[in-house]
C-alpha cells in the first residue's frame, strides 16, 4: 500500500509539524488530557486512561496539521490563542475540582456556580482555596509559561532520524489506540470526553433549568386540583436547614455535645427523631426542584410542571408565610425565591439580591417569626423559614458566645488548621441547634406541627484531608445523610393523637426527601391526583421497599456501603 519513500515522506511530515507546533501540541494534549485519565487512574480504569491519552495526543496533531494549513503564521498563531486560552482556563478549574473533590465538571458543579453570589464565592474561594491554594495556582501558571516559553524538550539532542522514528512510531501508537478506543469504548469517546465539551453540556443543562425556574414562576396557583381537603391543623411550620450533616449532631450519636436543646427535648418525648432518612441531591436547588414537588426520580416530566407545595397549600386554605435569611433574588432564577413569591406572605433578614451577602447570623429570623405569628390567620398557617445553617464558611454562621468547641476537642486524623474548620462546623450547629428549638418555643402554646429538615448534608474532612463541602458529581454519604425532625405541641397531640403516633412509628423507615410533600399533605389531610401514599413516610401503606437513588447511585449499596 505504501512503498519505502511514501512512509518516509509522511515521517518526514510528522517530523516538521511537531518541530513547528510542539509547544502548542504539548500544551493542548496536557489540558485536554490530564483530569480526565486522572480520573480515569482513580477509578482503577488504567486501560481506557492509557488508550484516552494517546488518543488526546492524536487529537492534538490533527489539529496542529489543520492549523498548519493556514496561510499566513500570525493567523496560525491567533488560532492557537483561541484555542488555548478558554481551554486552559476550564482546565484549571477542572483541575480544582478534581484535586478538591475528586469530580470532574458536571452539571452540579456548573449550578453551583451559576446560582451562587459574590460573598458565597469569596467565602468558598477562602474556604476551599485560601491565599495557599491561590497561590500554589499562580505558582502552577507561572510554571507553565516559563515551560512554554523555555521548551526543555528542545534540549534533548536526538539525531534527525532517531526523532523522526520515534515521532512515527508514536503516531501509529496512537492511531492503534484512536481506533481501539472509538470501536471498544464508542459511548464513553463521544460522550463529553473533553473538559470544554463538558463544559458545554452542563452549561446547556443549567441554562435549562434557569429557564426552567421562569416557567415555573409564571405558573403561580395553576392547575392545582385538590381530590381531598380535610385539613384543620391550625399551624404547620417547615424548618429549611442548610448543609447540616446529622452524622455532626450528638442528637445522632456525635461524639461532641452541640445539641443539647433538641437532646433535652427527645429525653422528654417530645421529638420523633427520623433516624434513616437523605437527600435527593447535595445542592440546593437541585434538592428544592424536588422537596416541595411532586417530582422525584422516578418522574419523567421536568420537576416544574408538577405542583409545588406552596401553592397546594395556598389552594388548601392555608395562609402561607416565606421566611428566610438567604437572598431576596437572585441573577441566576434562586428556585427559593420562587417559592417565596408564590407565597402569601414572603420576608426577608435583609433586602439583597445575588451578588451580595451579608453573613447574618439565622437569630436575625427571631422577629420576623414573631411578626408572622402575630398577624398570622386565625384558620390555618403554613410557614417555611429557610437558614443558613451549615453553610460555609461555617464561622459566619454563629456569634462568638456559640465558640463552644476548638480542634482540640476534634477526633479526626487530620491538620490543626482543619480541625479548626471542623471545629467551626460542630459551632454552627449547636448555634443550629438553638435557633431550631427556639423556634419551636414560638409555637409551644399553639397547635402547632414542625418538621425540620435540612436541603442536604456536607463532609467536613471526614472521609480525610481532602474531602469538604458537597458536590453532586461524586457524593459521600456525608453529604446526604440528613436529620428529619418533628415535634408537636401539646394541644396539636391533645387533638391528632393519632397522627402524632404515625409520626412516631415512622421514625426508623428508611426514606428520601424528594417524597416529602407527600408525607406532608398526608398529615394535613390535603390530597392532589399526584398524591401517593406508598410515599409518605407516615402512611401504612410507605413502600419502605423503594431504593433510593442518588445521581444513578444506590445510596444503599454504594454510598452508605463505602462508609
Known amino acids: 500500500m505504501f512503498n519505502k519513500g511514501s512512509l518516509l515522506k509522511i515521517a518526514n511530515y510528522l517530523q516538521r509539524i511537531c518541530d513547528k507546533h510542539f509547544k502548542f501540541m504539548i500544551t493542548l494534549f496536557i489540558i485536554n488530557s490530564l483530569t480526565t485519565a486522572w480520573s480515569l487512574f482513580d477509578e482503577e480504569k488504567a486501560d481506557v486512561a492509557i488508550g484516552y491519552i494517546f488518543s488526546v495526543w492524536f487529537g492534538s496533531f490533527v489539529i496542529s496539521c489543520l492549523i498548519d494549513l493556514l496561510p499566513k503564521r500570525f493567523l496560525q498563531k491567533i488560532v492557537k490563542t483561541i484555542i488555548i486560552i478558554p481551554a486552559g482556563l476550564i482546565f484549571i478549574g477542572e483541575f480544582f475540582t478534581m484535586y478538591r473533590y475528586k469530580a470532574l465538571i458536571g452539571t452540579g458543579i456548573i449550578n453551583s456556580a451559576l446560582e451562587t453570589n459574590m460573598r458565597e464565592a469569596t467565602e468558598f474561594l477562602t474556604m476551599y482555596v485560601g491565599l495557599s491554594g491561590f497561590l500554589a495556582i499562580v505558582a502552577l501558571i507561572v510554571i507553565g509559561v516559563i515551560l512554554y516559553r523555555v521548551n526543555p524538550l528542545k534540549k534533548i539532542h536526538l539525531t534527525y532520524t532517531a526523532k523522526r522514528n520515534t515521532i512515527a512510531a508514536l503516531a501509529v501508537v496512537s492511531v492503534f489506540y484512536t481506533i481501539r478506543m472509538f470501536t471498544v469504548y464508542t459511548d464513553f469517546m463521544w460522550d463529553d470526553v473533553l473538559p470544554i465539551q463538558r463544559v458545554y453540556a452542563s452549561t446547556s443543562v443549567a441554562v435549562r433549568n434557569m429557564q426552567a425556574y421562569h416557567d415555573l414562576s409564571s405558573q403561580v396557583n395553576s392547575n392545582v386540583t385538590l ?31 452541640n445539641t443539647p436543646n433538641l437532646d433535652a427535648l427527645n429525653k422528654k418525648g417530645e421529638l420523633s427523631v427520623f433516624t434513616d432518612c437523605i437527600s435527593p441531591h447535595s445542592t440546593t436547588i437541585a434538592v428544592l426542584s424536588k422537596l416541595f414537588t411532586f417530582c422525584d426520580y422516578e418522574s419523567d416530566k421536568e420537576w416544574f410542571h408538577y405542583n409545588n407545595l406552596i401553592d397546594v397549600m395556598n389552594a388548601a386554605g392555608y395562609k402561607t408565610y416565606w421566611l428566610s435569611n438567604q437572598e431576596t433574588s ?41 411578626d408572622a405569628i402575630a398577624h398570622r390567620s386565625e384558620d390555618r398557617n403554613f410557614y417555611v423559614i429557610h437558614l443558613m445553617g451549615g453553610h460555609g464558611l461555617y464561622y459566619n454562621r454563629f456569634p462568638y458566645s456559640f465558640s463552644k468547641f476548638s480542634k482540640d476537642d476534634i477526633q479526626l486524623p487530620i491538620s490543626d488548621g482543619k480541625k479548626e474548620i471542623v471545629a467551626q462546623y ?30 442536604h448534608g456536607e463532609a467536613v474532612y471526614d472521609e480525610g484531608e481532602d474531602m469538604s463541602g458537597h458536590i453532586e458529581e461524586n457524593p459521600t454519604h456525608h453529604m446526604i445523610e440528613i436529620p428529619v425532625i418533628m415535634w408537636a405541641s401539646d394541644k396539636f397531640k391533645a387533638k391528632y393523637p393519632e397522627k402524632w403516633a404515625q409520626i412516631q412509628n415512622a421514625v426508623k423507615r428508611p426514606y428520601m426527601t424528594d417524597d416529602m410533600i407527600h408525607t406532608v399533605l398526608d398529615i394535613a389531610d390535603i390530597k392532589t391526583a399526584e398524591f401517593d401514599p406508598t410515599k409518605s413516610i407516615i402512611n401504612d401503606a410507605f413502600n419502605d421497599k423503594r431504593v433510593r437513588i442518588f445521581d444513578g447511585l444506590n445510596y444503599d449499596t454504594e454510598i452508605k456501603d463505602k462508609r
Do not use: C
Not at 227 to 252: D, Q
Not at 338 to 366: C, K, M, N, P, Q
Open 227 to 257: 381530590t381531598e381537603n380535610n385539613s384543620k391543623i391550625k399551624n404547620i411550620v417547615f424548618i429549611l436547614g442548610e448543609s447540616t450533616n446529622r452524622n455532626h449532631m450528638h442528637l445522632y450519636g456525635y461524639y461532641l455535645p
Open 330 to 370: 437572585g441573577i441566576w432564577g434562586n428556585v427559593a425565591q420562587i417559592y417565596a413569591t408564590h407565597s402569601d406572605v414572603s420576608a426577608f433578614t435583609r433586602i439583597r439580591d445575588s451578588r451580595e451577602d451579608y453573613g447574618i447570623e439565622d437569630g436575625e429570623l427571631f422577629p420576623l417569626i414573631d
Open 426 to 455: 460542630d459551632n454552627a450547629l449547636y448555634y443550629n441547634d438553638y435557633i431550631v428549638s427556639s423556634i419551636i418555643d414560638k409555637f409551644r402554646d399553639s397547635e402547632t406541627l414542625v418538621i425540620y429538615v435540612p436541603d
